[in-house]
């Protein structure tokens, strides 16, 4: 059975910063690509970083330079790293893992993050 488990989230203020793990289980971790997404309240989905079995990663514009994504092959462990964070990041995060084109086949439940001025 394949979980995802989500953890770090909070609230903090602007200029703050949280890390996110994602804790991961029942599949083979270091052979799929992973990453976070986000859903703020009224807003669409939002891809916010990925990163490649062999940790190439992406980031969404908004989050560039603040936001670092990484992973643990030994641990099946993957990371978000948010610093300098803004009202905006406010959202739910869920890890996510194995690309099915267009999406991902395995979803955590979301952490919250709230991000206040």
């Known amino acids: 059975q394949v979980q995802l488990v989500e953890s770090g989230g909070g609230s903090v203020q602007a200029g703050g910063s949280l890390k996110l793990s994602c804790a991961a289980s029942?599949?083979?971790?270091?052979?799929?690509?992973m990453g976070w997404y986000r859903q703020a309240p009224g807003k669409e989905r939002e891809l916010v970083s990925t990163?490649?079995?062999?940790?190439?990663?992406t980031y969404v514009d908004s989050v560039k330079g603040r936001f670092t994504i990484s992973r643990d092959n030994v641990m099946n462990t993957l990371y978000l790293q948010m610093n300098s964070l803004k009202t905006e990041d406010t959202a739910v995060y869920y890890c996510?893992?194995?690309?099915?084109?267009?999406?991902?086949?395995?979803w955590g439940q979301g952490t919250q993050v709230t991000v206040s001025s």
């Open positions: 996510v893992a194995c690309v099915l084109f267009p999406t991902y086949k395995y």
């Open positions: 029942g599949y083979a971790f270091a052979s799929c690509g």
């Open positions: 990163i490649s079995p062999h940790s190439t990663t």
